[in-house]
């Protein structure tokens, strides 16, 4: 009896041992996983996006399960344009938890860049899988605006060979005006912007403004908008809109500077907005492109008559966008190739 009990004894201590053990090996892959998890959502906040990918790729290889990495995964996919990376990771996201509104809209957006990015025959398969993940967010989360904003910006501005249509849009943005004044204005006003009514887009983004808007993004559209149709004033105010809904969001400090210089106000205080906008700034999408704040910079010193120094922003801009039209355009006036 003595020698079971002591085999019993020595038995329980190895069980033990191996629990604590397994405890311990558990516990460090957890560290890991979370180590590989923060690593690629800091990487992506400062828009260093290959190097999140291959942080997050290491995070999912350990928690395959895990639908906010995919989802990190989609987003980063999408800033370096490798969209069927983005698509490939948001339907993962999708597998692992088909109930999540966020994801859907995710996959919608993939399949939207992929679509602005594809031959006219590719495009309409891909442009009803765009629609049909946004109605699909929309219909799991009645609230989730971003997505509500996107379906009702599909139907404004796609053809009704692939569902859209802008009378399809009225009942969605009419369920806004229940819920959001902001998100409602706004809702018509881009629908309009679509249809290159601008007059009224004017007006309802103006009343949009004025309901307090919540969404940062909401409010810096608005404010990509005014740039495009140069209105010095709604720049001014979506600035101070947008610095009170998000404190430290970089964005208010470009626009401001754009209606600074629109106005021909204060031209050493936009200088330093638009030098502390490239310092402060990601490089995100929804976020003015460094190229746009050398281009502001540049009108800044064009309007001052120091020619120099508005060829060299220009120069900076169109280094970082060869695309840029009017950075070429300003150079060209300057009588620079």
């Given amino acids: 009896m003595r020698r079971r009990l002591k085999i019993y004894r020595e038995t329980k201590w190895l069980v033990l041992a191996a629990m604590l053990l397994a405890g311990t090996t558990s516990v460090l892959a957890t560290v890991k996983q979370n180590d590989a998890l923060e690593a690629g959502r800091r990487a992506y906040e400062s828009s260093n996006y290959l190097e999140a990918v291959q942080a997050l790729q290491a995070a999912a290889a350990r928690d395959p399960q895990n639908g906010n990495i995919q989802l990190l995964l989609t987003k980063s996919y999408l800033e370096l344009q490798e969209r069927d990376a983005a698509i490939a990771s948001a339907e993962k996201a999708v597998t692992i938890d088909p109930e999540s509104s966020v994801y859907h809209e995710w996959l919608g957006r993939a399949y939207g860049e992929k679509a602005d990015h594809a031959s ?5 398969g891909l442009a009803k899988k765009t629609h049909r993940e946004f109605e699909t967010a929309v ?4 609230r989730n605006f971003s997505a509500r904003q996107a379906l009702i910006e599909y ?3 796609a053809p009704g060979i692939v569902g859209g249509g802008e ?3 009225k009942p969605e ?4 005006q229940a819920m959001d004044a902001s998100e409602w204005h ?18 309802e983004f103006k009343l949009a403004l004025e309901s307090h808007p919540k969404s940062a993004d909401l409010i810096y559209d608005i404010g990509d908008y005014a740039a495009k149709r140069s209105h010095t004033e709604r720049l001014l105010e979506v600035a101070e809109i947008g610095e009170q809904a998000a404190p430290s969001d970089p964005r208010n400090l470009f626009y401001r500077a754009a209606g600074l210089i629109l106005g021909n106000e204060k031209p050493e205080e936009a200088e330093q907005l638009l030098r502390e906008y490239l310092q402060k700034a990601p490089k995100h999408t929804g976020y003015p492109r460094y190229a746009a704040a050398h281009e502001w910079l540049g ?4 309007n001052r008559g120091e020619k120099e120094r508005a060829v060299k922003e220009f120069e900076a801009a169109l280094q970082l966008d060869p695309k840029d039209k009017i950075a070429r355009e300003s150079l060209k006036r300057l009588g620079k190739n």
């Fill in 167 to 169: 009378d399809k849009a």
């Fill in 155 to 157: 139907y404004c501005s």
């Fill in 120 to 124: 006219m025959f590719s495009a309409l």
């Fill in 139 to 142: 219909q799991l989360d009645e």
């Fill in 173 to 176: 943005i009419e369920k806004l």
């Fill in 299 to 302: 009108r800044l010193y064009e």
């Fill in 186 to 203: 706004y809702a018509l006003g881009n629908c309009r912007r679509q249809k290159k009514d601008f007059a009224t887009a004017d007006a």
